[in-house]
């Protein structure tokens, strides 16, 4: 059975978020033949994660040491068991919203989603091999697409190797059709999920 999880950070919501429009769109694609597998959504909008400070890292390390899994590496144990990761994520302020961030710094533990080798290579423990990254943005990403960038790295640092990414952008400058390029958008994400 394929364990599929989905990270959605659209804090504006699923019925104005046009990166959820785009993400729901590409997740019913994907899932439409695969009965068997099971969805998993992390709704960061209602999850209230909080960054870490000197008391949950310390929390945390002992959780790590004494080979629990607590409260602070729950989320970690549960994200590198997954199959598959669909990231949802408008383009904010150049990357993606804060909360998407704080939930790649509870999932980011040694031991659990990574770890070091005795020369001190790292060496990813997450189960995923691919992953896709879908954005929105108001405006043009170009050479500006340090979310996706950064997600890419912190995959790989997990073993997740194949990332993907989808977008529709442009969708604020005054001259596009906005339902034209999500539609276009909505066309490479079919291709795309009969790939991934």
């Known amino acids: 059975m394929e ?57 945390r390390d002992k959780e790590v040491s004494e080979g629990n899994i607590g409260a602070l590496t729950k989320l970690a144990d549960e994200f590198s ?4 990761v669909i990231i949802l994520a408008p383009y904010w302020d150049m990357s993606f919203p804060a909360a998407l961030k704080v939930f790649f710094e509870h999932i980011s533990v040694c031991g659990i989603t990574f770890k070091y080798e005795k020369d001190g290579t790292p060496k990813g423990l997450c189960k995923a091999k691919k992953a896709v990254y879908i954005t929105t943005s108001g405006g043009y990403i170009g050479d500006y697409n340090y979310g996706y960038d950064y997600t890419k790295g912190l995959f790989n640092f997990f073993g997740i190797n194949d990332v993907y990414f989808l977008s529709a952008e442009g969708l604020d400058i005054i ?22």
């Not at 729901?24 to 909080?50: G, H, I, P, T, V």
């Not at 068991?81 to 598959?84: E, F, I, S, V, Y």
């Open 175 to 196: 001259g596009n059709n906005t339902d034209e390029i999500l539609l276009n958008a909505k066309k490479e994400a079919e291709i795309l999920s009969e790939k991934f």
């Open 81 to 84: 068991k997954a199959d598959t």
């Open 3 to 59: 364990n599929v999880v989905v990270v959605n950070a659209c804090l504006r919501g699923k019925n104005i978020s046009r990166t959820y429009d785009l993400g729901n769109f590409f997740l019913k694609k994907y899932m439409r033949e695969k009965k068997e597998a099971e969805l998993k959504e992390y709704l960061l909008s209602d999850m209230n994660l909080k960054p870490f400070d000197k008391e949950m890292v310390e929390q």
